[in-house]
């Protein structure tokens, strides 16, 4: 008698049949773990918007969280050309401000702070070197995904946050 060719068996095709109905549950199984941390990481998706203000006797500076979740603002840097600034003070225009520390600074979703504001007289002169001022915002999501934006609030991804001393705004 020949012996039956272990594909005809009728236990391997049962076995192999479950062997790959076990591996396309293992396989769906992964990636809706992939996609939940997806939909996850959407879900508490910060988005950090840098924005100024002004009429004739006050001035101020924003920065608003428009995302889904909290930012974890990392660093900050202001520079007015190639002059890295450590405090507003270093412009002599930003006497009698009120300011808000941006450095390590937790911002929820659909919150602002207002860093710098200014009233009295002289915005003029604010408004002077205020084309010059460049501002620059490292934030991270909840996830370590990183992103920087600069005043024109256009948002470029980044490995992670990390900031020279010597650049570093204080405030």
Known sequence: MAREKWYRNPEMIIALTALFIGLLTAFISIYSAYTDRAY?????????????????????????????????????KVYSGT??????????????????????????SGHSITPLKYKGESVSDILAIDDNIEIELCYCSIYEDCWVVDRTNITQPVNSCSVRSEHAFWQ
């Open 83 to 108: 002059k890295f600034l450590k405090k507003w003070s270093e412009f002599p225009e930003f006497k009698n401000i009120s300011q808000s520390h941006l450095n390590n600074t937790t911002l929820p």
């Open 40 to 76: 996850a990481k959407a879900s508490v998706w910060p988005k950090i918007e840098i924005s100024r203000s002004h009429n004739t006797n006050s001035f101020s500076y924003g920065v608003a969280n428009k995302g889904t979740g909290p930012a974890l603002i990392k660093y900050a």
